[in-house]
């Protein structure tokens, strides 16, 4: 048989002690740290959703929201398994919705190809290259994108 205190690396008289702080806590502090004993993953996502996200720590759901250009409200719409977005923990999986406005060039610089719509899963780098061009000339082409390492999809790129 195995001895639990061998596999945990822990002493009887830490676990007791561990055991003695949880007991003194009050109700909420239990839920607390309860909700952190477990990940929260949404059943499904709603349509038109970028993808899943894994909460790491530090994260906040304003940092989420701005990390993938989406309004705080709608990620915290999109995640109803999140009964309060001001606790999320490490673990946590969210639904980030669609970004709320595609980006549109209003023109393409002259001689352009195409225009090109982003899709799930896509990046600049991956784009230019399916496309035969240089991700220089990819970014260059396409000045309403003011952070080539966040695209989304429904933006629309100016292919050069």
């Known amino acids: 048989m195995v001895d639990p205190l061998q596999v945990y690396s822990m002493t009887l008289e830490a676990i007791l002690q561990a055991q003695r702080q ?5 109700p909420a502090a239990l839920q607390f ?8 993953v ?4 709603p349509p038109g959703f970028q993808g899943r996200y894994t909460v790491r720590s530090g994260d906040t759901m304003f940092f989420i929201a701005r990390r993938f250009g ?3 409200q709608a ?6 398994h999140i009964s309060n977005p001001n606790l999320i923990f490490p673990c946590d999986v ?5 970004v709320d406005i595609c980006r549109v060039p209003t023109t393409c610089p ?9 899709k799930q899963g896509d990046t600049m780098s991956l784009i230019a290259r399916r496309l035969g061009i240089t991700l220089q000339a990819l970014i260059s082409a396409n ?3 003011p952070d080539p390492n966040l695209i989304f999809p429904c933006d629309v790129l100016c292919v050069p």
């Open 22 to 26: 949880l007991l003194s806590l009050d």
């Open 33 to 40: 740290v309860a909700q952190q004993a477990t990940c929260r």
């Open 75 to 80: 990620l915290i719409s999109a995640n109803p």
């Open 42 to 45: 949404p059943a499904t996502c």
């Open 143 to 145: 000045p309403h994108i």
């Open 110 to 118: 002259s001689g352009f190809q195409e225009r090109y719509t982003v």
């Open 94 to 98: 969210l639904c980030v919705p669609g």
């Open 70 to 72: 989406v309004t705080l």
